[in-house]
């Protein structure tokens, strides 16, 4: 899945349409914009991506570490 995110991003979301659960989110950081962009898509459709991870992801993109 990993690999699939980073050389077609676009087209993993096609093939696993919302609602979906991307679980450590912090191991494909580059399929966020692309989960964004959905999500603007259809801002009144709530629920459509879970992003979950044992870390936060904005602490560890900046380099700093609970």
Do not use: C
């Amino acid at each position: 899945m990993r690999a699939a995110a980073a050389a077609d991003p676009r087209g993993l979301l096609e093939m696993h349409p919302a609602p979906v659960i991307f679980d450590e989110i912090r191991y494909a950081p580059d399929l966020l914009p692309y989960v964004k962009e959905r999500i603007d898509e259809r801002r009144d459709a709530h629920g459509q991506y879970f992003l979950t991870g044992s870390q936060n992801l904005l602490l560890t993109e900046t380099g700093h570490e609970i």
